[in-house]
């Protein structure tokens, strides 16, 4: 389900489909890879959910 990418911390495509599902007023298609980039970005730690939480992530 990563798609060969051992490192990957999300299942993309689940993912992409659940934010849309979720958040269907505010995400779609065009801006689900910058939601996945940015939480990609973020540290998988207190400190980085906290920075998550700041940006209203």
């Given amino acids: 389900m990563r798609g060969g990418n051992t490192t990957a911390r999300y299942f993309e495509d689940t993912l992409k489909s ?13 801006n689900c890879s910058d939601v996945i980039r940015i939480l990609n970005l973020l540290k998988s730690t207190l400190e980085g959910n906290q920075e998550a939480l700041k940006q209203n992530l």
């Fill in 18 to 30: 659940q934010l849309i599902k979720l958040n269907s007023n505010i995400a779609d298609d065009s």
